[in-house]
C-alpha cells in the first residue's frame, strides 16, 4: 500500500496504526465510507478546519455521522465565534486538498480539538492525508503525534455527512 506523509509521521514516531486504502472516496458520504471499511460510524472521524473571530485557525475532529456545533466549538477555544473556513484556503493553509485532510502534518500546527466522543473508543479512523486513505488508530496514541484537547464539540444532531473532507465552506 502506498504510504501517506501522515503514515510516514506516525512510522516516525513509533505509533502503531492500521491503513486502509478504500478508492476514491470523495464521491462517498461518511456513512459509506465507514460501510467501506467495515466499522460504525461514531467510529470514522472528519477533520474541519475552522478560523475564529480573532482570525486564528483551530482544527476539529468530529465523527462523521455528526456536525460541528461552532457554538461549542467556539467555546472549547476561547473565542466569540468560529466559521468553517473556505475551500479556496484550504490548501494553502494546511496543504491539504478538500477530501483528504488529516489532524496530523499540515504545513503548520493548529490547536486542535477532537470530539470527547473519541475518548470511549479503542480506536478511531480519519483521513491519512489523502483522497482515498484513512488510518485507525488508538485515540490515546493521538498524542504522541499532536497536541490535542479532547472537548464537547458535536452538535446533538446526527446525519450522514461527509467524510474525511476537511470540512470547509464551498468556494466563495
Given at each position: 500500500m502506498e504510504k501517506t506523509n501522515v503514515m510516514r509521521i506516525l512510522d516516525q514516531k513509533k505509533v502503531s496504526y492500521t491503513p486502509h486504502s478504500i478508492g476514491d472516496n470523495s464521491k462517498m458520504t461518511g456513512t459509506q465510507v465507514a460501510e467501506v471499511?467495515?466499522?460504525?460510524a461514531d467510529e470514522v472521524f472528519k477533520?474541519?478546519?475552522?478560523?475564529?473571530?480573532?482570525?486564528?485557525?483551530?482544527?476539529?475532529?468530529?465523527p462523521i455521522n455528526g456536525e460541528l456545533d461552532l457554538k461549542k466549538a467556539a467555546k472549547a477555544v476561547g473565542e466569540k465565534s468560529i466559521e468553517m473556513l473556505k475551500s479556496r484556503e484550504l490548501l494553502p493553509l494546511t496543504g491539504y486538498v478538500h477530501?483528504?485532510?488529516?489532524?496530523?502534518?499540515?504545513?503548520?500546527?493548529?490547536?486542535?480539538?477532537?470530539?470527547?466522543?473519541?475518548q470511549t473508543k479503542s480506536s478511531i479512523c480519519f483521513s491519512a492525508g489523502k483522497i482515498g486513505f484513512q488510518v485507525e488508530i488508538a485515540p490515546n496514541d493521538l498524542n504522541k503525534v499532536i497536541r490535542f484537547?479532547?472537548?464537547?464539540?458535536?452538535?446533538?444532531?446526527m446525519s450522514a455527512d461527509s467524510v474525511g473532507r476537511c470540512g470547509t465552506s464551498p468556494v466563495q
Open positions: 471499511l467495515g466499522k460504525p477533520t474541519l478546519v475552522t478560523v475564529g473571530k480573532s482570525g486564528a485557525n483551530y482544527v476539529f475532529v468530529v477530501g483528504g485532510c488529516s489532524p496530523i502534518g499540515m504545513k503548520k500546527f493548529f490547536r486542535t480539538t477532537v470530539d470527547e466522543s473519541a484537547q479532547f472537548g464537547d464539540i458535536a452538535a446533538e444532531k
